[in-house]
């Protein structure tokens, strides 16, 4: 079977009480969650921070109105607020179908804005963007934007929350029924077998041919260069000279790719989990593979040595005998998928790698991982379902709450030109993810034909960013996260040609506001006081 690599978004990774789950579960969102009070953050160890240098004058470079007349009713644009929320404001940005033909059909894109608390000492607007692709931002700025930023930054800013073309609330790619994506995320294909590769063709292709009936041609202009420009004409829409940005995890692909075009117009940009703009497909599968066995590694060391309670993998005798006991659990259904509390769906192997993988984004819930796994292992498949539902955003009513799932393939096949669809190739991306992630081994990505068989080319080209001309760039990496690999978010920094790394040693999926008062207060410095870490920066957990 070949289970579609992970998101790169912060995803929810603690289960709700109730529906037969354990009670003492409290819903808590990756990357969200809030830090108790102190005198202070820590420093970041490395030296004392560098005020940023004075902004240049800004020059109108190719893509905007001066260069291209054509763009002046997009950027000219006035933005009509209305109140929906006790502090939210929402209203639509309206953006061209195709860029490259700005004269023909236009879509409205939803954006929602908690304003900036102290209106006398506002700084700007701070547009965020959580990842994916395909996350919600005007969910993730939620009511308040208590989630995104600190309240320093939300006193100073506007917090602007964009949903991306194709996602969310603007004109949204939905490609598989409830039902159908169900059945999608369920079915168990062996990639390895001349069955197994025919049935994942079709079940590619009809997931293709869904997407394009939904979407048409806005199927071929969801890829990020398209959303990068789509930012900057909400940047002009909201009077603002530069654009201040907070992306997170696929957030940081959009902020560099953003920088790469309008590298004059950047202000304080955040890249928090960075993507490596230069990865390839093969490169991003085998480097998320390895992020993820090193996550689910580091879970078991903490398991062995009774940081959590009730371990369920006590009995192994080392670590890497531990790793094999996953590895069975999840073997074992694909013969024979767990049964859960709903009789209609058991847990079948993806589903079983799916609710493993959820919980690695966040060590908070990591008790939660080792009690899913101690029922997986007692003969009930219920809390690992559970969390394989909680990351596709599917509620108990079997409703889906987003189109992450779907717009996320749509984004990466324009992204990402697929590798090569052959034997060889395929057979040698088998053995690469084997070697990386041993315990997923035929879980993640190796035979899947998907991007192969899209029905729109893809659209982006990987390649280094350096945005030359660019202020400093504040890219956050996390030692230990499994979706986005430290060494990706070290890469984007040294491409930049002004990148600045704030190394968090710690485990989980990005830093800010979800892990690390050291982390917060860094990031805070540089979007409210302009104060850049120091080259070599470390904060620690």
Known sequence: MSLAPPPYAARPTRLAAGAGLRPRLLPVALGVALLAGCAGPPEPEGGPAEDLPAPGPVTQTAGEPAQDPALARFYDQELAWVPCGEVLECTTVTVPVAWAAPDGEVLELAVSRVPAGEEDDRLGALVVNPGGPGASAVDWVGTDASRVASEDVRERYDVVGVDPRGVGRSAPVDCLDDAALDAYLAEDVDTTTPEGEQRARERAEELGQGCLEDAGDLLGEIGTPSVARDLDVVRAALGEERLHYLGASYGTLLGAEYARLFPQRVGRLVLDG?????????????????????????????????????????????????????????????????????????????????????????????????????????????????????????????????????????????????????????????????????????????????????????????????????????????????????????????????????????????????????VDGAVDDYLVDGRLPAAGAVCRS
């Open 274 to 518: 960075g993507l490596d703009p230069a990865s390839s497909a093969v490169d991003v599968a085998v480097g998320q593979a390895r992020g993820l066995e090193g996550a689910l590694r580091a879970f078991v060391t903490a398991c062995l040595a009774g940081e959590l309670d009730d371990c369920p993998l006590q009995d192994a005798a080392d670590v890497d005998e531990a790793l094999g006991q996953v590895a069975d659990l999840l073997a074992a259904t694909e013969e024979d998928p767990l049964p859960t509390t709903d009789p209609e769906r058991p847990l079948t192997r993806p589903l079983a790698a799916t609710g493993v993988i959820a919980p690695l984004y966040d060590d908070s819930a990591w008790p939660d991982l080792a009690a899913a796994l101690a029922d997986a292992q007692d003969g009930d498949g219920t809390t690992l379902l559970a969390f394989a539902d909680l990351y596709a955003g599917r509620a108990p009513d079997g409703r889906y709450l987003s189109n992450l799932l779907e717009v996320f393939t749509a984004v990466n096949c324009l992204d990402y030109p697929a590798p090569p669809d052959d034997p060889g190739a395929q057979e040698a991306l088998r053995a690469q993810l084997a070697e990386a992630a041993p315990t997923f081994a035929g879980l993640l990505g190796a035979g899947d034909p998907t991007c192969s068989v899209w029905p729109v080319p893809a659209t982006r080209t990987p390649s280094p960013v350096t945005a030359a001309g660019a202020p400093p760039v504040l890219v956050v990496g996390t030692t230990g996260d499994p979706a986005t690999p430290y060494e990706w978010s070290r890469a984007l920094a040294e491409q930049l040609s002004s990148g600045r790394l704030l190394t968090f040693e710690g485990e989980g999926h990005t830093a800010y506001r979800r892990a690390s008062a050291c």
